[in-house]
């Protein structure tokens, strides 16, 4: 039995991935991580001051965090130095948190980092490479929607979308929204919306004269992230130090 720590067991995220390690059979939910201790399926939610120790008393496998980017960098930091393997779900990472993470993952842990564990994203993302290729000259303009309570804008997985189309089309200029007398450059407009129990929708717009291509993705159920988060849980553990994404998990091909 794999032993699975989750980070933000409180929240929406955590309480899904709670219930489906707890469901399944080759995986045992030893404990959660939060600001106050509560129950968790069977098992204790510890508060983060106790929460090193929860690693060491249950000789966890994986950690899968799903909470917020200043708490997440030093809930890494904790499972790397305790050699527990990483599922970081997390978004709204800084440049710099990105970099302690690393530093503190290379040599010591295997992590799979993904801003989307859902396998329909994984895939979504990969079209959005291929359209970016073949529609270098086309404007682009990139939509998110999610629910009222998310904290971080744009989404991580809408700067993946721009990562992405920075890879294929070269460098533009973001533009967050527009207003007033605005006249389109060569770059990319991202538009956030924010609204009542949105789960997160992502579209990919690209318009030329008298004809526009769309890619979307709607998810309608945080399942299909824990899902694949809690699939990277299985893989993870055992696999030699360092930072995978969901493609290796899902052993998709990279387009070349
Ligand atoms: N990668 C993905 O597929 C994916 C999918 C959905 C959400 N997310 C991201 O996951 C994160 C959580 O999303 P959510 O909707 O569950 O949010 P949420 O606010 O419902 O849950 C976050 C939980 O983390 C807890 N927390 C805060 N600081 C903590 C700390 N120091 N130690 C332990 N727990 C702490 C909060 O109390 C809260 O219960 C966000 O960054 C979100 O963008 C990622």
Redesign the pocket.
């Known amino acids: 039995m794999i032993k699975v720590v989750v980070?933000?067991a409180?929240?929406?995220?955590?309480q899904t991935i709670g219930r489906m390690v707890n469901e399944s059979s080759d995986l045992e939910l030893v404990g959660g991580?939060?600001?106050k201790p509560s129950s968790f399926f069977g098992a204790d939610i510890v508060e983060?001051k106790d929460?090193e120790n929860l690693l060491k008393t249950t000789k966890a496998d994986v950690m899968i965090d799903?909470?917020?980017?200043s708490?997440a960098v030093?809930?890494v930091k904790m499972a790397a130095r305790n050699k527990v393997a990483l599922v970081v779900?997390?978004?709204?990472f800084t440049p710099e948190q990105n970099a302690i993470m690393e530093k503190a993952i290379c040599n010591n842990v295997p992590a799979v980092i993904?801003?989307?564990?859902?396998v329909g994203v994984n895939i979504f993302w990969q079209l959005v490479r291929e359209s970016g290729k073949l529609l270098k000259d086309y404007d682009i303009e990139v939509f998110e929607a999610h629910h009222r309570?998310?904290?971080?804008a744009p989404?991580?997985t809408a700067k993946t979308i721009l990562q992405i189309l920075e890879d294929e089309v070269g460098p533009r200029e973001k533009q967050y929204g527009r207003e007033g007398m605005t006249e389109r450059k060569n770059e990319i407009g991202v538009h956030v919306i924010r609204g009542g129990d949105i789960v997160?929708d992502h579209k990919v717009m690209f318009s030329k004269n008298f004809e526009t291509i769309e890619l979307s993705h709607h998810a309608s159920d945080?399942s299909v992230?824990a899902s694949?988060?809690v699939h990277a849980a299985r893989w993870v553990v055992g696999k030699k130090p360092g930072i995978y994404g969901m493609s290796d998990v899902l052993n998709l091909k990279k387009i070349p």
């Open positions: 980070c933000g409180s929240g929406r995220m955590g991580i939060n600001l983060a929460a799903f909470t917020i980017a708490a030093e809930n779900g997390t978004t709204g993904s801003s989307n564990f859902s309570n998310k904290k971080d989404s991580g997160g945080r992230f694949g988060a």
